[in-house]
C-alpha cells in the first residue's frame, strides 16, 4: 500500500514537503515560536516515554476504534484545525474532509481555513468540528457561532492559547503575510519552486475562505487579549452544542473551564507555536488528568509524529489524539496519495505498538502500567 510513495515515516513526509514546498511556505506550516526549543522539548519529551512490552497474550485481534461524545471513530486520532491548509497543496482541506468522512474521526475546521465551513462539513459527512478564535470585541466572532450553527456543526472547539500571536522568526525573515504580498525575495522562492507554484496558480491562490462575504473581517496579527472568563461565559451560553477548549496545560485552568460549563479540554501547546517555554504538552496531561478526574473527556495534541507517540499520549491519560503538522507534511509531499500513506503507516504503527504492549483496545492503553521507569535495584549483590 505505501510503495511508491517515499513516505514511511512522518519524518519522510517532512522531508519531501520541505523539497516541495516555497520556503516560505514550508516555515509557515512547521515553524514554531523563538528559537523554538519548545518544539524540540515536545518532541523530545514524547521520545523520552519508554513503554515496557508484554508477552504471551493474544493480541491477534486489536480494535483501534474509540468513542468521541458518543460517536465511534475507526482511528484512535483525528485532524486539528490548521489555518490554512491550501498553502501545502490545492484541495488541502477537502483531502483531510475525504480522510475524515472515511474514517468518521473527528476534522478540526479552523476559523482560517482555506475553505468554507460549509462546504467542510458537507465534505467531511458531518464528522468535522468548527475551531474559533475569539476576535475583537467579540461581534465577529459570534457571527461566526451563529454560521456554524446554521451549517449544523454540533462541536466547537475554542482555542484560548492565543491571546497574542507569538513571533515565529522563521516566518518574519520571509515576510509571510495573509494574502500574499509578493515581492523580489517571494518572487524568487515561487520560481525555485515550479511544481507547487504552477499548481497553486492554477488553482487560485489561497484565501481565508470563511471571511470572504461581506461583514466578515480577520487580521491574523490581531490582539486576542481581552478574553477573558465573561467571553467564555458568553460563548457558553451562545453555543447549544458540545464545547471543546483547546490550549490548556494548568490544572487549576482545566478545573475552572469544566465548572464553567466546557465539555471537553484539549491539552495542547500549540505545537509551540505561541509560547517558546511552554512546557512540554505530553508532560502536562497527567497533571491535568489528575486533577480533572477519569471520567472527564481529555483530548491531546502537540509534537505527535509517530502511531507510538500515539499511544504514549493514550497511556499518559488522553482520551483522544488530534494531529496537525504530520498530516500537512503528508499532504505536502504527495497530495492525496501522500496523506492516505501516511495515515495508514500511522495506523498500522498504532497496531503494531499495541500487540507490543499486549492489548486489544486503545481503552485498555489507558494504563500506567504500560509505562517504564528506571528502578536501581537496591542490592545488586556484587
Not at 524568487?188 to 481565508?208: E, I, N, Q, Y
Not at 488522553?318 to 497530495?335: K, N, S, T, Y
Request: net charge neutral; with cysteine; aromatic share 10%.
Amino acid at each position: 500500500m505505501l510503495f511508491g510513495t517515499g513516505i514511511h515515516s512522518v519524518a519522510d513526509a517532512r522531508r519531501l514537503a520541505r523539497k516541495r514546498l516555497p520556503w516560505m511556505v514550508f516555515d509557515y506550516i512547521d515553524g514554531s515560536a523563538g528559537p523554538e526549543h519548545g518544539a524540540a522539548l515536545n518532541t523530545r519529551a514524547l521520545q523520552d516515554i519508554r513503554l515496557i512490552p508484554r508477552v504471551l497474550r493474544d493480541v491477534s485481534n486489536r480494535d483501534l476504534s474509540v468513542s468521541v461524545f458518543d460517536e465511534t471513530a475507526q482511528c484512535p486520532f483525528g485532524i486539528s484545525p490548521m489555518g490554512m491548509c491550501n498553502l501545502a497543496a490545492p484541495r488541502a482541506d477537502l483531502m483531510l474532509a475525504e480522510i475524515a468522512q472515511e474514517t468518521r474521526v473527528p476534522h478540526g475546521v479552523s476559523t482560517v481555513a482555506s475553505t468554507d465551513m460549509e462546504t467542510l462539513f458537507k465534505a467531511s459527512g458531518g464528522a468535522a468540528w468548527f475551531q474559533l478564535y475569539f476576535s475583537g470585541d467579540g461581534s465577529g466572532t459570534f457571527k461566526l457561532v451563529e454560521r456554524a450553527k446554521q451549517a449544523g456543526y454540533h462541536t466547537l472547539v475554542v482555542t484560548l492559547d492565543v491571546p497574542e500571536v507569538g513571533r515565529r522568526p522563521r516566518e518574519l525573515r520571509h515576510g509571510f503575510k495573509m494574502p500574499f504580498r509578493i515581492g523580489p525575495r517571494q518572487f524568487v522562492d515561487f520560481a525555485m519552486h515550479p511544481r507547487w507554484s504552477l499548481t497553486s496558480l492554477m488553482a487560485g491562490s489561497p484565501k481565508m475562505a470563511n471571511f470572504d462575504g461581506k461583514g466578515y473581517i480577520f487580521d491574523r496579527m490581531e490582539s486576542r487579549a481581552a478574553a477573558d472568563w465573561s467571553y467564555f461565559d458568553k460563548l457558553r451560553a451562545a453555543w447549544p452544542g458540545k464545547l471543546v477548549v483547546k490550549g490548556v496545560l494548568h490544572p487549576e485552568d482545566a478545573l475552572r473551564l469544566i465548572d464553567a460549563g466546557a465539555d471537553a479540554i484539549q491539552v495542547s501547546s500549540h505545537g509551540c507555536r505561541q509560547l517558546d517555554s511552554a512546557p512540554p504538552a505530553i508532560l502536562a496531561l497527567p497533571e491535568i488528568r489528575a486533577a480533572v478526574g477519569s471520567d472527564f473527556p481529555l483530548f491531546f495534541d502537540s509534537g505527535i509524529r509517530s502511531g507510538e507517540d500515539i499511544v504514549k499520549a493514550y497511556v499518559m491519560g488522553a482520551d483522544f489524539v488530534f494531529l496537525g503538522r504530520a498530516l500537512l507534511f503528508a499532504v505536502a509531499a504527495d497530495g492525496i496519495k501522500g496523506l492516505r500513506s501516511t495515515w495508514n503507516l500511522l495506523r498500522q504503527e498504532v497496531s503494531l505498538a499495541m500487540a507490543q504492549l499486549g492489548v486489544t483496545t486503545i481503552s485498555d492503553l489507558k494504563n500506567c502500567d504500560h509505562l517504564w521507569t528506571y528502578k536501581a535495584p537496591a542490592d545488586c549483590g556484587y
